[in-house]
């Protein structure tokens, strides 16, 4: 039965006398599913498939359900313990992995795969066997599989050198090896998360509370500690760590955005100043996830996280349109209902080549400033001319080349099928690629309860912008809550842009010291590299510095700056440059 709520002011009341009139997608519409019982998992299978629209509901009421993989206390972060080691048969994977990274800083393997190091240890993973996933039985582990065999694949990618992916007229895709690619391929869709490195990996499935026996909280039991990292680096666990510090911050913004939600249902005066009131303390956590960002500026090396950390997170889109990309092998392509790599967030434009072109992670696939963005209805949708112009350089690719920075975009189409942040447009469109539909891309490389959460969020029946307008001459208190949380929002992706700015910006345009040159494994630079090194950098152009997920981060990121300010009821001044 569908539970009845007081009509509000915006929505109104239907021709049918009374009742809701709620979008035919809408969870309180649809007929609730429950977990298929299969042979394997008699007590219904851990995917998470259940919550694709076919048909069915998420068996939810509420924002901050389970059923969405959202925990009242810890948010977008997992409430129960995160798996830190695989046993069993499953031992090999993590013992490659424990071999990858080496037992300390400077022990692992390097970027470039120059040595024999590295080609031993990718000889060695060619002959670890293929082992099937059927006793993977709970969501943590899962999890832990998608993180170790993603860790390797990017391991292995990395260090594959580029003369055996290359020939003189055509790159060959990068070879990811059957004992990864065929069990990565199975675990990924039961996350509903793509088969490459994503910010659930990297941070979500990630991290160890302080006690790790009780659930992590914000208030008592905060995240302390990074399982996996690529070079064992601080700066590598502190760069996890403190993302994992505002999801936990973010909790307590969703706790106010669900009570929020049951007031919009009512809009009443009373509900009106509990509204009024919610939207200050969110305000007040906004602040609080740009002060735990801030500390990335301390906690982090800029240089280590440039030159050392971030070359790892390249996905298989990393040379832009021109991307040969990722070959998964071990499973038959187009047109095989076993091919898994066609399934979430691969580009049409590959779809049945061997060559994947999936993007590598970005704390821009988190799912909180999502929802954020989406209740407070700032709309990242692209406008029709960032449409066009996005579709011009599908037609000319040579418009979207990236040459500086390492982690360039290509300039496909995808058609997501996933919302754009403005309010009642929950269905499909077929948007091309760029920075104009970012936000829309990177829904893709989030665990599927979070991508429904964020779908449901996106087609609450009541938006909260329409109602603040229709009251702010009435009350004004509302309007400027409403504006300061916004306010909030836009200082945050004001200090984000300066964190951007000294991590990547400024550290293409030099070249790195002589202590992280020797981290790298490269040789001490002579004078005349130096140099040559220093005429680049200036030559450095900030447009066309593209960040992991692919966008080109200036424009990007001012854009995302932007928006905010334009959902305000009374929009503020001026803002940061990057520079
Ligand atoms: C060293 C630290 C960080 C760097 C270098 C960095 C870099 C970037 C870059 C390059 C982008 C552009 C998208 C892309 O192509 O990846 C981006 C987007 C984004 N990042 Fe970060 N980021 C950092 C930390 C964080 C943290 C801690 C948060 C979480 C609160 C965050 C939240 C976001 C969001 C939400 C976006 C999407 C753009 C927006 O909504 O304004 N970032 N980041």
């Given amino acids: 039965m569908i539970p009845q709520r007081s009509p509000s002011p915006i929505a109104g009341p239907s021709a049918s006398g009374g ?13 609730p599913s429950f977990a298929q019982s299969t042979e394997l998992y008699p007590s219904g299978a851990p995917t998470t498939s259940a919550h694709e629209s076919n048909g069915l509901a998420p068996n939810t009421a509420s924002l901050a359900s389970a059923d969405f993989d959202v925990d009242v206390r810890t948010g977008f972060l997992p409430g129960s313990k995160n798996v830190e080691r695989l046993e069993g048969k499953y031992a090999v994977w993590e013992e490659a992995l424990d071999a990858a990274r080496g037992t300390e800083v400077g022990d692992g393997l390097i970027v470039g795969g120059q040595r024999e190091k590295e080609r031993l240890w990718r000889d060695a993973v060619n002959t670890m066997p293929i082992v099937d996933i059927h006793e993977l039985r709970s969501l943590p582990l899962l999890r832990r599989a998608h993180v170790v065999l993603t860790f390797l694949a990017h391991f292995y ?4 050198p580029a003369s055996t992916t290359s020939s003189s007229s055509e790159k060959e895709p990068i070879p990811i090896p059957a004992c990864i690619s065929v069990p990565l391929l199975k675990v990924s869709p039961m996350l509903g998360l793509p088969p490459v490195l994503t910010y659930a990996d990297t941070v979500l499935y990630n991290f160890l509370p302080s006690n790790p026996a009780v659930a992590p909280s914000a208030s008592s039991n905060l995240p302390s500690e990074i399982i996996t990292t690529f070079t064992r680096t601080r700066s590598e666990e502190q760069f996890f760590l403190i993302s994992a510090l505002t999801e936990i911050v973010g909790a307590e913004a969703l706790r106010l955005m669900r009570q929020s939600l049951d007031e919009l249902f009512l809009a009443d005066e009373k509900a009106l100043r509990r509204l009024t009131v ?56 187009s047109g095989d209902p076993e091919d898994l790599t066609s399934s979430v967030a691969e580009s049409s434009s590959t779809a049945g080549k061997r060559g994947k072109l999936f993007s590598g992670p970005s704390a821009g696939q988190s799912s909180l400033i999502h929802a954020i963005d989406i209740f407070l209805t700032v709309d990242h949708s692209p406008t029709e001319e960032e449409r066009a112009e996005a579709m011009a350089a599908i037609e000319d690719p040579s418009q979207s080349h990236i040459t500086v920075d390492s982690t360039p975009v290509s300039s496909d189409a995808p058609a997501p099928s996933v919302p754009s942040h403005g309010h009642g447009h929950g269905h499909a469109t077929a948007v091309p690629r760029g920075e104009a539909t970012f936000v829309q891309r990177m829904l893709q490389y989030m665990p599927l309860p979070h991508r429904s959460f964020i779908l449901h969020l996106s087609t609450h029946p009541t938006p909260l912008r329409p109602l603040v307008v229709h009251y702010a001459h009435s009350h004004p208190a509302l309007a400027t809550a409403y504006d300061g949380a916004l306010e909030s929002l836009r200082r945050f992706r004001e200090k984000h842009m300066r964190v951007v700015s000294l991590f990547i910006v400024q550290q293409a345009r030099r070249s790195p010291s002589e202590r992280v040159r020797k981290m790298m494994g490269l040789q001490p630079e002579t004078e005349e590299e130096r140099a040559l090194a220093e005429e680049k950098g200036k030559t450095v152009n900030i447009n066309e510095i593209r960040g992991t997920g692919g966008s080109a981060l200036f424009k990007f990121l001012k854009r995302c700056r932007d928006n905010t300010t334009k959902a305000m009821v009374k929009p503020s001044g001026a803002g940061y440059e990057l520079e």
């Fill in 19 to 31: 009742q809701y009139d709620l979008p035919a997608n809408h969870f309180l519409n649809l007929q």
């Fill in 157 to 160: 990618a990395h260090t594959t």
């Fill in 278 to 333: 919610y939207l200050r303390r969110l305000a007040q956590q906004i602040d609080k996830i740009s002060d735990v960002t801030m500390t990335l500026m301390k906690e982090v090396d800029p240089e280590e996280f440039y030159h050392l950390i971030r070359p790892w997170f390249k996905g298989g889109d990393a040379d832009g349109p021109t991307s040969a990309g990722w070959d998964y092998l071990g499973l038959t392509t």
